[in-house]
């Protein structure tokens, strides 16, 4: 909460009625120590800023307001105002979506009150419920980008895909899909020496596209190419990402991850929290988000899902990230246990102040994002749009050869022009007209699950999973 001494009082009152459903930090609760540091520390920690403007706020006390302002904005989190009178938004932020509550005076009644509730809600949650347990966001907002959950994020590599780097985001950009994924190693190898990736990058961050970078390592680890001081010193390394991750701005990047860890769950913590420590401080001047990703130890000896719970929701109150990601292969051996995993984590961070977006990363197979998504997972990236051909009506993948069997048969379904005209261009690759099928179908996809999870109709998604639907269910609402 950010606002000047004059009103405080008022404000009071309102963090009284917002602390009935979410947790709020406001000045007082300095003790004692440097006062900027803890305001800016408080504001990396938050969820989102909610200025409170009134005539109070003179253009000479705006510039506090202001500067904090500022802060939140490089540092990516939604600001929220709230106007309690008549009153300026800083220079600047006259854009922001603001909420008017003209003559507000602490009543939980007000329109203006319960319009402010609403956009918090719809931004970072709906808070807590009387039985303690937490509302599920409908979106996340990135960088002023709004990304309604859960999501799929399209993501990019030079691995084992129908598609180059470049040849794929030039695709998407012209799709704009709501996100997309670039692998560091890739863009690495591309970024520095291809204006027109370059461009098309930059184009895209600039987009309403939400863009994020992972580490870059899974394909840095699939080409044999990480740093080796002796055997491969131009390998991929922690510098090569910083470098890039600078340059090329992205909404949202993973921070440096170590595959296969070792050690018990306190020391995979640390070991997470430690490097990503380090990459914030490398990446101090960053406008974008950093956002851990944890790998669990080869060996360990607890159950999966108590102990990916347990590593898990231990990073995100170490860190306070705006989500965590977690590899979906490292959740179990199957789907059924896979989804166990996933509710066990979801059910152990809703015990933290609260709600932290879960990204599994490399799941693209419809089934299972339904699967995990009515679990308790939010977003989703793998390859498979770019690497096989999903049937509109099953859900099932075929191999990317055969989309002949289905371009005909499927043209009705497709939603968006911008993905006809490809698929019915002549001149258009077989390569162009099936990834822009599959980005219709994982579009639609998405906003399937969007909808009959906000309407409580999990039970609808898991149908689509043959045979074992009901189990699904059973494990969910055990």
């Not at 807590?128 to 347990?133: F, K, L, M, N």
């Not at 022009?417 to 579009?443: G, I």
């Amino acid at each position: 909460m950010i606002y000047v001494s004059e009103d405080e009082l008022v404000v009071e009152k309102l963090i009284d009625l917002l602390r009935r459903h979410w947790s709020v930090w406001w000045a007082r609760d300095i003790a004692h120590g440097d006062w900027e540091r803890a305001v800016r520390e408080a504001i990396k920690r938050s969820s989102a800023v909610l200025p409170v403007l009134s005539p109070s706020a003179t253009v000479e006390r705006t510039t506090v307001i202001k500067d904090e302002m500022a802060f939140a904005k490089r540092n990516g989190k939604p600001i929220l105002p709230f106007l309690i009178d008549h009153a300026e938004v800083p220079l600047g932020f006259g854009g922001l979506d603001r909420t008017e509550a003209y003559g507000w005076a602490g009543e939980e009644g007000h329109s203006g009150y319960r319009q402010l509730k609403s956009k918090i809600a719809a931004t970072i949650g709906g808070g807590r419920r009387d039985d303690g347990s937490l509302d599920r966001p409908s979106q996340v907002i990135i960088r002023n980008k709004t990304l309604v959950l859960p999501a799929f994020v399209f993501s990019l590599s030079s691995h084992e895909t129908q598609v180059t780097p470049r040849e794929g985001a030039s695709l998407l950009e012209f799709l704009e899909p709501e996100a997309m994924l670039i692998s560091g190693y890739d863009a690495w190898k591309y970024y520095q020496r291809d204006k027109a990736f370059r461009a098309i990058a930059n184009r895209i961050s600039d987009s309403r596209t939400v863009l994020f970078l992972d580490s870059g390592n899974y394909e840095a680890y699939r080409r044999n190419d990480q740093f080796a001081p002796k055997n491969n010193p131009g390998g991929w390394r922690r510098q090569h990402f910083w470098k890039l991750a600078g340059s090329l701005a992205p909404d949202v990047a993973f921070s440096f991850d170590a595959i296969n860890p070792k050690g018990g769950p306190k020391q995979i913590v640390d070991s997470v929290v430690n490097r990503f420590r380090a990459d914030e401080r490398a990446l101090r001047e960053r406008d974008f988000l950093l956002c851990p990703i944890v790998h669990l130890a080869v060996e360990f000896e607890e159950e999966v899902a108590d102990y990916a719970a347990q590593v898990v929701s231990s990073v995100a109150a170490a860190l306070n990230p705006l989500l965590i990601a977690i590899p979906e292969r490292e959740l179990g051996d199957g789907l059924l246990q896979r989804v166990k995993t996933v509710r066990t984590i979801r059910r152990s961070l809703d015990k933290l102040d609260r709600y932290y977006p879960l990204h599994l990363l490399g799941t693209g197979n419809p089934l299972s994002m339904v699967a995990l998504a009515s679990a308790g997972a939010d977003l989703f990236d793998g390859l498979e749009w770019c690497r096989t051909v999903a049937d509109y009506d099953s859900g099932y993948l075929f191999h990317f050869q055969h989309f002949d069997c289905f371009r005909e048969a499927r043209l009705n379904r497709i939603q968006d022009q911008k993905v006809r005209s490809v698929v019915e261009d002549p001149k258009a690759s077989y390569a162009s007209q099936t990834l822009s099928y599959n980005v219709d179908y994982f579009r639609d996809m998405a906003r399937t699950m969007q909808n009959l999870i906000r309407a409580g109709q999990s039970r609808l998604l898991l149908n689509m999973v043959p045979n074992v639907g009901t189990d699904l269910f059973r494990t969910i609402s055990g």
